[in-house]
């Protein structure tokens, strides 16, 4: 999502080698102005960060740790806007929110994403299903929420979105959910009517916050659409819809600065797990190409056993890993999402993101191969792969559909991939990484040579 901006930062910070050179600052405030231009950063935020970043760089000295430092602080001062970040509960549940945005941006995609981040935080919700403008959009919702197991509230017979706003409102309340999320209606187009309908169920049902679902892949006009709401209805907040498929990345700076709403959440894949909370200092981070640790640490806290996890880990080390373990760890990995966003978390990482764009690790073909394979497999092969002879064997291939050659190759895989991670388990097995960490800078970049 930070492709374009990320990539050119890297040249531009490379530009700046030697103490107190003014002239090589200048290139790389030029090269800036170019790569924010190009990466869709509005024209004024564009000019006044460059301003502060020259100024400030000056005034504590020319050089490539101050530049980044500079960097990395007026970046975070423009995608910080006054407001709540993540999301924030009401002192009195349910938490109200209403959900705002143009028909195409994603909304009731994000509707279901967003209760599904609460969910995996232990919170009870009902998503209600008031866009009743789009006609396969209460379908749609009905399936999502049938896909993560949340509650919804729809009424096929009612045709006011008002009225079953009101009736989900009374459902959440007297059935103590802690979160309700209410899906409105979009238009193609600003217009009167949507803003009216807007507007009556925001009096009615009086939500805690209102956010809007902007879709990153327009651009500057995501900037305008959320300024002209924010003026008609007021929103607390903006979740950035298709951002994994933004690859200028450039319109969260422009929301931030322009709209001076805070991005509250933002979209990084077509998965119901691939929602993230927009926390600056941890964007800017990974948009520098420095990783976000702390960003990891809690999106695989609320998805992975640590019980689990450590005995796992204790069967690579004995050689004893099979195919239910497999089995788990691929189900606890789909639910982490897009493996393009994870790789972007960890420092130094991020240049291997764009060639993940594409990569769908749990569906993938030999996955899916993998997963018919084990199928055909009774429990006691599953548990002890040395079990397979060449008879069991040719009943797998049978019951999976694949050749025989293919399971040979599959099972001579998975035997490589159990004694590659023995080895990395064991003293001494990860001092290959850490060479390979050992040429990075103390920022995280590969180091420059002078």
């Not at 981040?117 to 049938?146: G, N, P, S």
């Not at 045709?159 to 059935?175: C, G, H, S």
């Not at 926390?279 to 520098?288: G, M, N």
């Not at 590659?420 to 990860?430: D, N, P, R, T, Y």
Request: glycine share 8%; charged share 30%; with cysteine.
């Amino acid at each position: 999502m930070f492709d374009s901006i990320t990539g050119s930062l890297r040249g531009i910070i490379g530009k700046i080698r030697h103490q107190d050179d003014v002239a090589s600052l200048s290139r790389a405030i030029s090269e800036l102005k170019k790569a924010f231009l190009k990466a869709d950063v509005h024209h004024k935020t564009t000019k006044d960060l460059l301003n502060a970043i020259e100024l400030e760089t000056k005034k504590i000295g020319i050089g490539q740790d101050n530049f980044i430092k500079v960097l990395k602080q007026e970046l975070e001062k423009v995608l910080t806007a006054n407001g709540n970040q993540g999301f924030v509960f009401s002192s009195t549940p349910p938490t109200v929110v209403l959900m705002t945005g143009l028909q195409g941006s994603g909304k009731t995609t994000t509707t279901g994403k967003l209760a599904n981040y609460l969910k995996t935080r232990k919170k009870k919700v009902l998503v209600a299903a008031c866009d009743l403008q789009r006609l396969a959009a209460v379908e749609q919702l009905k399936q999502i929420a049938k896909q993560i197991d949340v509650d919804i509230y729809f009424d096929d017979n009612e045709k006011d979105p008002i009225k079953i706003a009101l009736a989900a409102k009374q459902k959440a309340t007297r059935e103590l959910y802690d979160v309700l999320l209410v899906d409105t209606a979009g238009r193609l187009a600003i217009d009167e009517e949507l803003m009216l309908q807007l507007k009556d169920i925001k009096n009615a049902i009086n939500p805690n916050e209102i956010f809007y679902v902007a879709d990153a892949l327009t651009g500057h006009d995501a900037t305008k659409t959320a300024t002209t709401f924010k003026e008609k209805i007021g929103i607390d907040g903006v979740i950035l819809s298709k951002y994994d498929g933004d690859t200028k990345g450039g319109v969260a700076l422009s929301i931030a600065d322009q709209v001076n709403v805070p991005l509250r959440f933002i979209g990084i894949g077509e998965k119901m797990p691939d929602l993230e909370v927009f926390i600056p200092d941890r964007i800017v981070s990974r948009l520098l190409g420095l990783g976000d640790i702390a960003g990891l640490a809690e999106k695989t806290a609320n998805i992975i056993d640590e019980k689990k996890a450590k005995e796992v880990s204790k069967k690579i080390k004995k050689g004893e890993f099979n195919f239910n373990d497999f089995l788990e760890q691929l189900s606890m990995m789909s639910k982490l999402g897009s493996l393009k966003s994870i790789i972007g978390m960890i420092p130094g990482m991020s240049a291997m993101a764009p060639a993940l764009k594409d990569m769908d690790f749990e569906n993938s073909k030999e996955i899916i191969r993998i997963k018919a394979l084990i199928s055909s497999m009774t429990p006691k092969e599953r548990e002890n792969p040395d079990l397979l002879n060449p008879s069991r064997k040719k009943r797998i291939s049978m019951g999976s559909g694949l050749s025989e050659v293919q399971v040979n190759k599959i099972l001579k895989q998975f035997k490589n991939a159990s004694k590659m991670a023995k080895q990395l388990s064991s003293k001494g097995g990860m001092k290959g990484l850490q060479n390979m960490l050992s040429q990075m800078g103390p920022n995280g970049m590969p180091k420059i040579p002078r």
